[in-house]
């Protein structure tokens, strides 16, 4: 035997011993605290979802990292989590999830890919500067509660080849977020790709898309659900050039009463990829 052969059959047993000496977490089938955390995803076909507290997670190898500017927060602060991307490993989830969507309170989900997960580190916080969520308050950005659980990222810098239409791409940090759900790309985000013959413009309006409207407009059982507006609508609205343009930059000026953020950023390109997507895409069955 080799010496290459050898190291590759002690990487073997290794890996073995490691996923081995891992013991799931065990979830209830019940919350029994605002503060706990609810799992979907899951490995068994028995249950759809099941509870973790925070006593739980916070027995699992936790790190710690430092934002010198938290977004949320305004200020600087030190997270203490389990990085997001470990944690299906202490999960009775399916083990081949590439997408994890984060749930909020109030219907909205983010989600994110292997290489978000891969690039940025995002922890799932369960203390800052020492303190659990009952501390934490609310986002100066948008006064909705931190807690029960807060995803963020200590570093964080666009990466150049994400860049669509002259728009980079953004920071992920759901907060209010109550549920994590292990899923992967072939059960979520290919069900929203364009089909194979569509133009780049329409690949590229995927991309934003998928990153700026996912989040709150969901189709079947992922996304948002904040906004009752389902993906289906989005592409019918996409056909009504003006409306839709109109609406996606400006909300207000369309409906005074729309609780949409504008996206006031998005130059004509963005609005052409993005309408370029949306009548490309067909629901599949
Ligand atoms: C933070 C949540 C949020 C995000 C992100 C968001 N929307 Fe919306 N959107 C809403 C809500 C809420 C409404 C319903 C407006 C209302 O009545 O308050 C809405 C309504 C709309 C409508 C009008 C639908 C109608 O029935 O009149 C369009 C079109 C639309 N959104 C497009 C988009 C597109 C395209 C994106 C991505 C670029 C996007 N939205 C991102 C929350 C969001």
Redesign the pocket.
Known sequence: MNARTLSSLLGLILAAFISHAVEPLRLAPQRSSPFDLEITGLASSDTTNGFVTRAQLLTLPLVTATNHLDPALKTSAIYRGIPLAQLAQFLPVIPDSDVVFAVCTDG?SAHFTRDYLEAFSPLLILEINGQGPEAWGRSLASGVDLAPFYIQSAAFTPRPDRTVAGLQEGLIYPYAVARIHFTTATRTLDLLAPPPDAPDLARDGFT??RR??L???GHRDFG?M????PWL??RT??SNTN??RR??VK?KS??P?????G?TH?NDEALDA?QAY?KSWKPGK
């Open positions: 909205y934003l898309a700026d409207c989040s709150c407009h948002g904040q906004s009752n507006r609508l989005l609205w996409a409306y839709f609406y996606v909300p369309v409906q009463a729309s609780r949409m953020p996206f998005y993005l949306f």
